[in-house]
Structure formats: C-alpha cells, structure tokens
C-alpha cells in the first residue's frame, strides 16, 4: 500500500484538486495554509486540499443521474401539436412569397456607377 506524503507542494497542488495553477490561487489558495519548506519551497497539507474539495463538491456539486434515467425530461417537454415533419416550415406562405423575394432580388440591374460594380468591371477610376 502507497501512502501519500502529508504535505503536498505547491506546484502538485493544483493538480491533486484537478485545476490548474491559475485558477488554485484565484478559488483555494486563500483558504488554505501555506507552510513553508526549504527557503522558497511552498506546500499544503493534503488534509486541507482534501476538506476544500469536499466543502467545494457539498457547495456546487450536482447528484449524478440514475440509471436508467434518460437525459431529457419527458415531462417537461409537450409533444409538438404540429404535424409537419424535421425541416419543414411551418409558414403558409413560406414557399410562395420567399419565392418572389428570390426572384425579384435576381432580376435587379446592378448600378454601373456604383465603387463595389467598378471595381468588378474593372473600370474604376484611379484618385492618384
């Protein structure tokens, strides 16, 4: 059996909480003791880290789903009412007027004078 050291540095800390370093000293470094080893080594204690994770997991942690349980709630969701089928538009004049916004959008002259029509003809004149 493989104990784990009772201290735990700073730079596995985050790790062991499954984060990473940025977002331990932004939510858990403040909560915790920081002891000193050596002249510039910084540890944890693992009963701490451990107590953090629990009260994090009791504070913002969900219960699991049963099994069996399906991921949409049934309940929640009315069947549709309408009898259209996936991908068709429930508008009336869906085909009909969308249609003749087409047609009408195609048949429009472009404007000759216009930079965007110059600049495709290639007869756009220099301001040099």
Same mark, same amino acid.
Do not use: C
């Given at each position: ?68 349980? &399906? ?6 969701? +009315? /069947?549709?009412?309408?009898?259209? #089928?996936?991908? *068709? %538009? $429930? ?15 195609? &048949? ?6 216009? +930079? /965007?029509?110059?600049?495709?003809? #290639?007869?756009? *004149? %220099? $301001?040099?």
């Amino acid at each position: 059996m493989k104990t784990l050291p009772r201290f735990i540095r700073f730079r596995d800390a985050p790790t062991y909480l499954g984060m990473d370093r940025n977002r331990f000293n932004a939510e858990v470094r403040g909560d915790l003791t920081e002891i000193p080893i050596g002249t510039q080594g910084v540890a944890f204690d693992r009963l701490e880290l451990d107590a953090w994770a629990e009260q994090h997991k009791s504070r913002n942690g969900r219960p699991g789903r049963a099994k069996g349980a &399906s991921i949409w709630d049934a309940k929640g969701r +009315p /069947a549709s009412s309408s009898d259209t #089928g996936s991908g *068709e %538009s $429930t508008s009336t004049s869906a085909g009909g007027e969308f249609a003749k916004a087409l047609e009408r959008l195609g &048949s429009r002259k472009r404007n000759a004078s216009s +930079p /965007a029509f110059q600049r495709r003809a #290639g007869t756009h *004149e %220099s $301001t040099e």
